[in-house]
């Protein structure tokens, strides 16, 4: 590749020489042979047709491990409902509903003026959650002749498994591009189906967020690679933005997580903008694209204050406006350049604090403070008593990347390739970025020429992707997924591409160009037979393994819900389990599992003294204020093992309520006893005061329902 064939630029006349080779190059691709073109069609067109099957190999796969897990094709509607789990059975119910709606204007005015999530309230569902998914899943269904010969269900979770397949594509074309053979993409592909446990979760979370959004994300960043290549037509550059943007656009749309993640994107831009190692006319376009996305996303979401208040949309205006008025940025010695970039930094910084600052306090936001309470506790920053920062650090999926996640990836030989290619690319970005810094001639892109710099801004900025996401995976365990499979084509990448292998041969005084092209071709070629050899006979064992789904407690529930209670009942309980009361039976509920919003939290941590030592008329008080007529109780939450002392949920309401924690073990000082029994606990006993103001009217194992009595009149005004 020229951009390494400059490397020889410091010694004197042999890198003038050596500047000149590029030049030569160029002049001759145009006497390139007929036979050559055509076979370089042809390999394409095999390459294209790899990438295709693969991601079909993938979604088939996922698709059967599903089938094969649950029996899904077998069971009963209600259990193919059950089987949608937490905040998947709020979405799919939104689904569900456009489908049941007489016609779509009915369905899109039921979900804009929504009174069945949250009782006593009507929120707008379009604003508040990200469900465009649903809504037009929920359309096209009504509108193609296929409702009968396909179950709703199955069309919705088809269109998932497929968006694996563009997922896998997409990755496959980064690698392809960044490398330039697609040997590179298809050993990606099989890494990713390899390391399916770290790189997606889509056959049992079906309708999570995540599981819509991340094939948008990576092929916004195969679009973004493509667009950073040296030497695009105007119209090509064009539709790589179009692309860009429509696939930004989506991404930001079906998930609430989007402006973290573009926040995380627009950092790694900034980073390579200021290191000269991406053009800033190209990062300025890569911004704006940014910027008009979350801004369309805003008026889709009906003016949502989080997108505005978000901020990645400060720091992207902030580096903007710091940009404009900075000049003369990359002037000066390596000294100078660098106080300069530190003081543009911290310009940039001021400014989207400020920015941030006066934004929320405009729009009066408070919705997205729970996530910032638990990154200052998970960082160490001060111990905190509050329940929904703490109710993000005992799960397991906002822990740490735990160490069997390496384990798996180095038994599927993927972690070693991608350890040497981030290696040796980050040493080329630093001596890139330095000899940048040391340029004084203020001229980080020859001759607007991009194929003549010492690094490729396209690999330069999947280096950045991969750390920065990398880190995000390491602090926040359910953020792996975005990191894992861009991780696969990355370590492809390093084994078959020449920017990393010409360094090295080179070091190690063994470099030809033939030699390079051999292992280039050859190391894929037999990792790709070795992975066969060792891997296909477990994939095989795996998808023979059958299973039945079998939750006959939580049937029981539903369907006496269902045949006993009123339509327009309110329940109260656990987030997860009321998201699975409105999907299968459509009452009304309390809470619900989708936490974007402060008065939601609170009513949550409210509904959620049924766990705590409170009284029954303190408890009885707070669910008629929410309008409930019933109240569901898990043996598996008043009585929870699955967390140690400290993490359990009656734990964090104890802690929440000054009270001191059930069983052995310290206790914070200013903790006291509570006077009150817990009322998970005592209620089963059926003796008053509870029967006073509590009646129960269905239990089995699991599960246990109490019917609200309307309370006397002296309750209510206390």
Known sequence: MTALR?????????????????????????????????????????????????????????????????????????????????????????????????????????LINDNTTESKRTINLLQRMNIYQEVFLGVLYRILPIQTSLEPVYFYIYTVFGLQTV???????????????????????????????????????????????????????????????????????????????????????????????????????????????VSTGKVTCLYLVQVSS??????????????????????IVAALTVNFFQKNLRSGCFLTRIGKLI??????????????????????????????????????????????????????????????????????????????????MTIVATVAAVRNLSDSTNTPFPNGKEEETFLRPAVAYNLSHTVVFGLLAYSTMRMKYLWAGHMCAFAAYGICSDE?????????????????????????????????????????????????????????????ISTKTSKKAVFAGSMQLLAGVKLCTGRVLTNHPHYEDKSLR??????????ARQSPEDVHKILRSFGTDYVILEDSICYERRHNRGCRLRDLLDVSNGHIMDGPGENEVDLTPSPHPRFCDEIRTDQPPYTTYFTRVFTNKTFHVYKLKKGKKKTKSN
């Open 343 to 424: 003081l543009h930094l911290i310009f940039v910084i001021s400014l989207t604090i400020i920015m941030n600052y006066l934004t929320k306090k405009a729009l009066q936001l408070k919705s997205d403070e729970h996530i910032y309470k638990f990154i200052k506790a998970k960082f160490g920053l001060g111990s905190t008593r509050d329940f929904d920062a703490n109710l993000y650090l005992c799960e397991e999926a906002f822990g740490l990347l735990p160490f069997d996640t390496f384990e798996r990836l180095s038994d599927s030989l993927v972690l070693y390739p991608y350890i040497w290619a981030v290696s040796i």
């Open 167 to 277: 997922y896998v594509i997409a990755l496959y074309v980064t690698s392809w591009l960044l490398s330039g053979t697609w040997l590179s993409g298809a050993l990606t592909a099989v890494w990713f189906i390899l390391n399916r446990i770290d790189t997606t979760r889509v056959e049992f979370t079906i309708p999570l967020r995540e599981n819509w959004s991340i094939p948008f994300l990576a092929l916004q960043v195969a679009a973004i690679t493509y667009y950073l290549r040296p030497q695009l037509k105007p119209l090509q550059q064009k539709l790589a933005l179009s692309l860009i943007f429509l696939s930004t656009l989506t991404f930001s749309l079906t998930w609430q997580f989007n402006q973290f993640i573009l926040l995380m994107q627009a950092l790694a831009l900034f980073a390579l903008d200021c290191l000269d190692l």
């Open 294 to 315: 979350l801004l369309l996303v805003w008026l889709l979401q009906f003016f949502n204050p989080m997108i505005l208040g978000s901020l990645a949309l400060s720091f």
């Open 6 to 110: 400059q490397r020889k630029g410091s010694k004197g006349k042999e890198g003038s020489q050596e500047l000149q080779k590029p030049e030569t190059t160029l002049e001759t691709k145009p006497r390139i042979p007929a036979g050559s073109v055509l076979w370089s069609v042809l390999w394409s067109v095999v390459g294209g047709l790899v990438a295709v099957s693969l991601g079909l190999l993938t979604c088939i796969y996922v698709a059967t491990l599903h089938e094969n897990d649950l029996w899904f094709s077998n069971i009963k509607e209600v259990e193919q409902e059950i089987s949608f789990r937490t905040e998947c059975g709020l979405y799919y119910s939104y689904y569900k509903q456009m489908l049941q709606a007489s016609s779509v204007q009915e369905g899109l005015f039921e």
């Open 602 to 611: 609170e009513r949550t941590r409210q509904v959620y003294q049924i766990y």
């Open 500 to 560: 990393v292998w010409r360094p090295f041969l080179k070091v190690i005084r063994l470099h030809t160009t033939a030699r390079e092209r051999l292992i280039r071709y050859t190391v894929p070629v037999l990792l790709l037979g070795f992975l066969y050899y060792k891997f296909s006979p477990k994939l095989l064992e795996e998808m023979s393994e059958l299973r039945e789904f079998y939750d006959p407690d939580t049937v029981d529930l539903m369907n006496w």
